[in-house]
């Protein structure tokens, strides 16, 4: 949410996505979508995909699979400004201000007594409004965003958390594997230096969350399982039997 202290521990920033989302103030703001084709010639194109290290967003923020062994996996997003469109922006020309959007596809299983059952899921092009200004950047050529999509320390919720809450969901009690699937699609438009209207700037770039829990025992903390990840790309959806 807007206005957390990124200075107190664990470093780790809620980010513009969260499983729970449904149930959030967030979830109910509108999100501008996109406004239509992409010029042949983008302004902005994406540049790079990060999920190690630091963010350069706020380095305060650990990115990877469950960074600080929190239930939650993070990566940042870096898109670059093309030179013809920093020029146009020297002369007001084009677009003179830059903002980040995101829309998601969702799945979620849970394993209970020996079997993977549904648990929730959200259907592609969900809404995913980015309201936090802390996770996103403009420092040109640069635009960037951390998401961190699982559940953060922050909302009281770790590895000894017995029930997990998703879309307004909980978790059966008694399940030992939790894994939620989530495909984004994330593209950045710009507002125009005449007009102030906000188009399209980029092309969408597709990325995956797989956030793979498992414990011993419905008394046992979370740890990551074996699909634990977050990456660049699409990702099929399914329980483990069918992957």
């Known amino acids: ?7 107190k521990q664990p470093s780790q920033v809620r980010g513009p ?4 989302a449904a149930t959030s103030a967030r979830s109910r703001m509108p999100l501008p979508g996109s406004t239509g084709a992409v010029p042949q010639t983008p ?5 790079e995909f990060r999920k190690s290290g630091n963010a ?32 146009g922006r020297a002369k007001l020309r084009g677009s003179c201000s830059y903002r980040v959007r995101q829309t998601l596809e969702e799945r979620d299983f849970q394993f209970v007594n020996g079997d993977w059952q549904d648990w929730t899921s959200r259907p592609e092009g969900t809404a995913d409004p980015i309201v936090n200004p802390s996770v996103w950047s403009w420092q040109p050529p640069y ?18 958390t017995r029930q997990l809450g998703a879309n307004g969901v909980k978790s059966d009690i008694n399940a030992t594997e939790i894994w939620v699937q989530q495909q984004f699609k994330t593209w950045v438009q710009g507002e125009d230096c005449f007009t102030s209207l906000w ?12 956030l793979h829990l498992v414990r011993d025992s419905p008394n046992s903390p979370w740890h990551a399982g074996r699909n634990c990840r977050i990456d660049h790309g699409p990702m099929k959806f399914g329980a483990a039997t069918q992957l």
């Open 43 to 47: 302004a902005v194109i994406w540049w």
């Open 17 to 20: 996505t969260r499983v729970f």
């Open 56 to 87: 350069l967003t706020n380095p305060a923020v650990v990115l990877g699979v469950m960074p600080q062994g929190q239930l939650l996996n993070a990566m940042e997003i870096v898109f670059h400004e093309e030179d013809a469109a920093r020029t």
């Open 199 to 210: 188009t399209d700037v980029s092309r969408q770039v597709v990325w995956h969350n797989s």
């Open 143 to 160: 635009i960037r965003m951390i998401d961190t999509p699982g559940w953060s320390a922050w909302e009281g919720v770790g590895p000894n």
């Open 1 to 7: 949410m807007a206005g957390q202290d990124l200075s």
